[in-house]
């Protein structure tokens, strides 16, 4: 079965830093891209970051491009993202999400890890 | 920052269809993707490549493209219907982006 468990949320001073870890398993991770959408309490959904398959490419919404770094690691099956800069807005749940090529769409999605950026 | 736009809110009857837009300037040539998003749990795919069907979706769920506007259609809709529903498409350089989201109700 496929599961994806994110970790590394927390609460943060606006300005901080923070990386998220996502481990995957019951699937062969580097075969997929992977991506991170985040959500704000209430609020809808935001698309953040993406990653290849062998991590060559990545992707980020503008919200976050220059703060937020988004990387992998095949051989621990772990997909991460370094929050820099952090700010009040991007204080959220981030779910990690996998890529299916046959859709062009994402199959299955994590529970969740909630940043809090607050002073 | 490119945008998609839907309505705050839908509301039908069981059994009637419920009809969920999202119009975007560059929809004409990009894909658009359907999430579904009940409370307290993670999306799910209902739609793919602005009209296929994932494998385990209700027939119930279609979707259609037409110019710079995007429709869901679910006809007979159930009570278990009822949560969120996003849209999802790229911009002109294929970041991704999602809608604001339409919460259908089901009276």
């Known amino acids: 079965e496929v599961h994806l468990v994110e970790s590394g949320g927390g609460l943060v001073q606006p300005g901080g830093s923070l990386r998220l870890s996502c481990a995957a398993s019951g699937f062969t991770f580097s075969s997929y891209a992977m991506h991170w959408v985040r959500q704000a309490p209430g609020k809808g959904l935001e698309y953040v970051s993406g990653?290849?398959?062998?991590?060559?490419?990545?992707y980020y919404a503008d919200s976050v491009k220059g703060r937020f770094s988004i990387s992998r690691d095949n051989s621990k099956n772990t997909l991460y993202l370094q929050m820099g800069s952090l700010r009040a807005e991007d204080m959220a749940v981030y779910y990690c999400?996998?890529?299916?090529?046959?859709?062009?769409?994402?199959?299955?999605w994590g529970q969740g890890t909630l940043v809090t950026v607050s002073s | 920052s490119y945008e998609l736009t839907q309505p705050p809110s839908v509301s039908v009857s069981p059994g009637q269809t419920a009809r969920i837009t999202c119009s975007g300037d560059a929809l004409p040539k990009q894909y658009a993707y359907w999430y579904q998003q009940k409370p307290g749990q993670a999306p799910v795919l209902v739609i793919y490549k602005d009209s296929e069907r994932p494998s385990g979706i209700p027939e119930r769920f279609s979707g259609s493209s037409s110019g710079t506007i995007v429709t869901l259609t679910i006809s007979g809709v159930q009570a278990e219907d009822e949560a969120d529903y996003y849209c999802q498409s790229a911009d002109s350089s294929g970041t991704r982006v999602f809608g604001g989201g339409t919460k259908l109700t089901v009276l």
């Open positions: 999400a996998r890529h299916n090529d046959d859709y062009d769409g994402v199959d299955c």
């Open positions: 990653i290849s398959s062998s991590g060559n490419s990545t």
